[in-house]
C-alpha cells in the first residue's frame, strides 16, 4: 500500500539523513539513450573525470561467458569506459571480494557506484582506515528494492532462449517509464520483452537473496549521492526519464552543483516529499521487514525483524 503525505520527519525514517534532494536528467543524449533512467550516474562520474576530483570510478559490468550472464567490477579512467557499466543489472554480486581490492590497489582517488549495502561496507572501512577513506572521493548509491541469486536471470534466459542459441548481450532494462529488457544473439536476433518479464519475479522475491528481504535500507544511508527512479504518475508523460537525487554530504553536494555548472544536466531541486512519493510503494514494504518475517514464518523462512517498534505489521 503507497504512502502518502510525506514530510522532512517521516522522510528521514525511510531514506536517512540528508542535505537537498533533487530531480535531473543528463544532457548528454547519448547518455540517456544508453541509460536505464536518466543518466544522472554516468554524468555525475564524467563530470568528475573532467574536473579531476577524481582518477577512476568503480563501476560493475555484465557480460555473456558460456552463454551465461556474469558480472565485472572495473575501474574506468577514461570516458569511453564509462558506456559498458550503463543500465540495470539485477544478480548477485560479490563486493567484498571482487570489488574492495580493486579500490585498495588502485593509485589515485576514486568514485564507487555500489548498493546500500555496498556503501555501509565502504562506511565500516573507512571508518576504521584513514588512507582507504581518503581514496574515496564520492561514494554513489542505487536505490535497491534487493538483488537476485544468478538463478533468477538463468530462469528468465531459459524463457526466452529455450534453444540455447548463442548469446551476444543481455540488458535487464531500458527505456522510458517502466522499460523494456533485450536480448541479442550472435547471428544478430534480438529479443525485447517489457521488462515485467523480469520484474514480475524480481518484485516478487523470486530467487531473491536472503540478506535483502531483511535490508532496511532501499536508498543507500552511507552514500554521497543517493539515485533511483521515480515511479509518480506524473512523471510518466514526461518525455524524458529523471532520476531522483538525494544529497547526503558536502561531496554529494558539490557533484550536483559541478554538473549544473558545466552543463551536464538539468538538475533543480525538489521537496523530499516528491521523492519520496516516487518510491510511494516500495519504500515502506522494504523498510517494514516485521511483515515479511512474520510471513516468512510460514514457510520455514527466518528473517531478523526490524528493530523499529513503531513499524506495522502486515497481519494486523
Not at 537537498?20 to 540517456?32: D, K, W
Not at 524480481?202 to 552511507?222: A, K, R, V, W
Not at 558539490?254 to 512519493?277: I, K, T, W
Amino acid at each position: 500500500m503507497a504512502k502518502t503525505g510525506w514530510n522532512e520527519l517521516t522522510a528521514k525514517q525511510y531514506i536517512g539523513d540528508f542535505k537537498s534532494t533533487y530531480f535531473g536528467y543528463s544532457l548528454i543524449e547519448s547518455i540517456r539513450a544508453n541509460a536505464a533512467s536518466g543518466g544522472m550516474i554516468s554524468t555525475f562520474i564524467i563530470d568528475g573525470l573532467r574536473s579531476k576530483r577524481f582518477d577512476g570510478a568503480l563501476l560493475c559490468r555484465s557480460y555473456i561467458e558460456n552463454n551465461e550472464v556474469k558480472t565485472q567490477y572495473y575501474i574506468a579512467t577514461q570516458e569511453e569506459e564509462i558506456a559498458q557499466s550503463q543500465g540495470s543489472k539485477y544478480i548477485a554480486v560479490r563486493f567484498g571480494v571482487d570489488a574492495v581490492p580493486l579500490i585498495k590497489a588502485f593509485p589515485g582517488r576514486v568514485a564507487v557506484v555500489c548498493l546500500p549495502c555496498e556503501a555501509t561496507i565502504l562506511n565500516n572501512l573507512r571508518s576504521r582506515d584513514e588512507a582507504f577513506d581518503k581514496k574515496l572521493a564520492l561514494v554513489i548509491s542505487l536505490y535497491c528494492g534487493h538483488n537476485s541469486e544468478k538463478a533468477l536471470t538463468e530462469m528468465v534466459l531459459r524463457k526466452l532462449n529455450p534453444k540455447n542459441k548463442p548469446i551476444k548481450d543481455y540488458r535487464y532494462r531500458f527505456g522510458h517509464w517502466r522499460g523494456n529488457l533485450k536480448l541479442t544473439f550472435e547471428d544478430g536476433e534480438e529479443i525485447v520483452k517489457p521488462f515485467h518479464y523480469f520484474s514480475d519475479y524480481q518484485n516478487l522475491f523470486f530467487f531473491s537473496e536472503t540478506e535483502g528481504m531483511q535490508c532496511i535500507d532501499q536508498t543507500g544511508f552511507h552514500a554521497d549521492l543517493s539515485i533511483g527512479d521515480i515511479w509518480s504518475m506524473d512523471m510518466k508523460s514526461n518525455p524524458i526519464k529523471h532520476n531522483a537525487i538525494i544529497v547526503r554530504t558536502d561531496a554529494g553536494q558539490a557533484a550536483v552543483d559541478s554538473v549544473n555548472e558545466h552543463g551536464l544536466a538539468n538538475v533543480y531541486e525538489v521537496p523530499v516529499g516528491r521523492v519520496c512519493a516516487g518510491q510511494a510503494r516500495s519504500l515502506p514494504l522494504h523498510h517494514n521487514v516485521n511483515a515479511r518475517a512474520w510471513a516468512g514464518r510460514r514457510y520455514g523462512l527466518k528473517l531478523k525483524p526490524n528493530s523499529d517498534p513503531n513499524l506495522l505489521c502486515w497481519k494486523n
